[in-house]
């Protein structure tokens, strides 16, 4: 298996330049992405921009925990103009202006067009490079000179991608009849992480083979591994590995897996098959595991002729091929949105039985099972394999312990019914070259007027994450990239899809009674947060990490006032209070209409919290402070 970016011997090589970095470009993603910048740092309160006085109203005069405009939501009582303001920067007398809007939970909403540098001694000009941002506000910023020199690559590579995106740009209306796995292609990463496509460990010729917006489907090869590294985990039905095989590679395919090992004087019976991105065998596995492979304990095998498709999530492939087929989760050790992207080796091992555990909850519960028909995409079946060293050693860095594995996760369209398509929440935040929203484009092909559109939205996506929050104790991260919306015929949303439980679910540290059935291997292995806390999973994921946004551009695009679709969020969680008056001690322990909520913070963690440092645990989100809670007062 060679290296994907090894060269013929004696062959030459010409430097190549990607035909979406020009300068046009670059500038247009430029001013965007630092728009973006001044907006969510602004919300972090890592700068704090002043209000330009008599320049325009600003109707949220002050940072801080308080609403901002003195009611008990943070929500302006009127339709809002942009104020202008003021961010003093690192030299004296050198400062941007610009004019922003403010929304709910804080949030802000910067125009690009308006940014304008002024410093001693010239005339202000208009300004739109986020790279000179970073070195003339490292001060203000509060950035070490260490994180510096990281967050500059990290930015500049998301750049590069944001360039890619633009340049190959669609409309709204294309995108929309896009199937599910090619859609994601289009899809401009995190909204809230300003380095959300930094990819540290690729290089431009990884990128452009392996990234979601590189489009291109590929054949991953398979590796066999000796199971005194390799274990195997499934859910009922697919108990032995070979019953995952058996759907998932075809006898002929199979045959030859076990050719390759008998001719290396093995016994097949005695490895297991799993997938291998090219790029960790190259830079992780023939480096760290060279012991085991000169010991044939890791054998390389050819592919199984499947093309996968990366998904947003990076390290996560749709067969594309074979549809029906698994989605193969990967390990890949780059640094990407916050943390290495590798899988790890107890979460792996235990993940078909985290799957057994909500489907069981699910399947027994007739309000999940067949009100909202929600969907589970179970991870069912896994191959941990451990590192001889590394996996022995508490202290050594996270990323060395979540090298090698793979989980097979079931595909989404198989759960689908005649006539429903399946799109991640975070499509709905997309838009198109011309100034289009997906989301308006998706309400104008429904027939139904936006209100009504946005209640079926509610409808589809809060009953079952409220049901498993309430009556469960337990929590997904619905932020837009785990979040599925099913839609019907008419692009009308009916129900939900949600995937990846065992990184991203967490349950109530205090035991409820519908904890007793749940067992050891899942109790050990998945996250628990205070009651107070485990409703952080919802804001965060999904009403600041998704709705913060979506509501101004449904304001902007569909003519619904922020004010009215929060009103609709809150009827909707009422409404579900309602229909379940017995749990209404749960509706007080795990309170999403408290008047505030803490401020989590993406962006603090990389540029304060943890940096580019090595720990031997996975970094979580900081806190900072509090925000109003717009879901808390009609």
Not at 382 to 400: A, G, K
Not at 493 to 502: E, I, Q
Request: proline share 9%; with cysteine; net charge negative.
């Amino acid at each position: 298996m060679p290296s994907p970016s090894a060269e013929t011997p004696g062959a030459s090589w010409t430097p190549s330049v990607p035909t979406e970095l020009t300068r046009e470009n670059w500038a247009r993603v430029g001013q965007r992405l630092l728009a973006k910048m001044l907006g969510e740092f602004a919300y972090e309160e890592i700068i704090r921009p002043l209000p330009e006085p008599g320049r325009a109203t600003d109707p949220h005069p002050g940072p801080g925990d308080g609403p901002p405009d003195g009611s008990e939501t943070g929500l302006p009582d009127r339709a809002v103009d942009l104020a202008a303001y003021t961010l003093v920067l690192d030299a004296p007398s050198t400062h941007l202006t610009f004019h922003a809007r403010r929304h709910a939970y804080g949030g802000w909403h910067v125009d690009p067009d308006t940014i304008t540098l002024t410093e001693v001694g010239a005339w202000p000009r208009s300004f739109g490079d986020p790279l000179e941002f970073l070195a003339r506000a490292r001060k203000t910023l509060g950035i070490d000179g260490a994180t510096l020199g990281h967050v500059i690559r990290e930015l500049t590579a998301t750049l590069a991608a944001d360039a890619r995106l633009d340049h190959f740009a669609v409309p709204a209306a294309t995108l929309a009849d896009l199937s599910y796995a090619d859609l994601e292609g289009h899809q401009a990463g995190h909204p809230w992480l300003v380095l959300n496509k930094g990819r540290l460990g690729f290089s431009a010729s990884d990128t452009a083979r392996w990234a979601p917006e590189a489009r291109t489907a590929l054949a991953l090869p398979w590796i066999a591994v000796h199971t005194d590294l390799a274990t195997y985990r499934g859910v009922r039905g697919l108990d032995r590995a070979d019953d995952l095989y058996a759907g998932e590679l075809a006898p002929s395919t199979r045959e030859a897996f076990a050719a390759v090992l008998r001719e290396r004087g093995v016994d097949p019976s005695a490895y297991l098959y799993l997938p291998v991105h090219p790029w960790q065998w190259d830079d992780v596995v023939l480096p760290l595991f060279a012991p085991s492979v000169a010991c044939d304990a890791i054998i390389p095998l050819p592919t199984d002729g499947d093309d996968r498709l990366p998904q947003q999530s990076i390290r996560t492939f749709l067969n594309v091929s074979r549809p029906e087929r698994h989605t193969v989760k990967l390990p890949l050790s780059v640094l990407n949105t916050l943390v290495w992207r590798g899988l790890p080796t107890e979460r792996t091992l235990a993940a078909p039985a985290v799957t057994g555990w909500m489907l069981d909850l699910r399947d027994t519960d007739p309000f999940l099972s067949e009100e909202c028909r929600v969907i589970l995409l179970g991870e069912v079946a896994s191959v941990t394999v451990e590192h001889p060293v590394y996996d022995t050693l508490r202290e050594v860095p996270y990323q060395y312990k979540e090298l090698l594995g793979a989980i097979w996760r079931e595909p989404v369209g198989r759960h689908l019914r005649p006539g429903e398509r399946a799109r991640t929440l975070a499509a709905l935040l997309h838009v198109d070259p011309g100034g289009r929203s997906f989301t308006a484009e998706l309400v104008a092909r429904s027939g139904l007027e936006p209100r009504t559109w946005l209640r079926r939205l509610f409808a589809a996506l809060l009953p079952p994450l409220l049901r498993f929050l309430y009556k469960y104790g337990t929590v997904f991260s619905p932020h837009g990239e785990n979040t599925i919306v099913v839609f019907d015929e008419d692009d009308v949303p009916v129900r939900l899809a949600v995937k990846d439980f065992v990184d991203d679910v967490n349950v109530s540290s205090e035991r409820l009674p519908e904890h007793a059935a749940m067992p050891d291997e899942v109790r050990e292995i998945l996250l628990t947060e205070p009651p107070g806390f485990l409703t952080q999973f919802i804001h965060s994921g999904l009403f600041v990490g998704v709705f913060r946004y979506l509501a101004p551009l449904c304001q902007q695009q569909l003519g619904v006032p922020e004010r009215d679709f929060w009103a609709l969020a809150r009827a909707e969680i009422l409404r579900h209070h309602g229909r379940f008056p017995e749990l209404k001690e749960r509706y007080e322990t795990f309170d999403l209409l408290t008047p505030k909520i803490a401020r989590l913070c993406l962006n603090r963690n990389r540029l304060h919290l943890d940096g580019y440092r090595d720990r031997a645990e996975r970094p979580h989100a900081a806190v900072h402070g509090t925000v109003p809670n717009p879901l808390h007062a009609p």
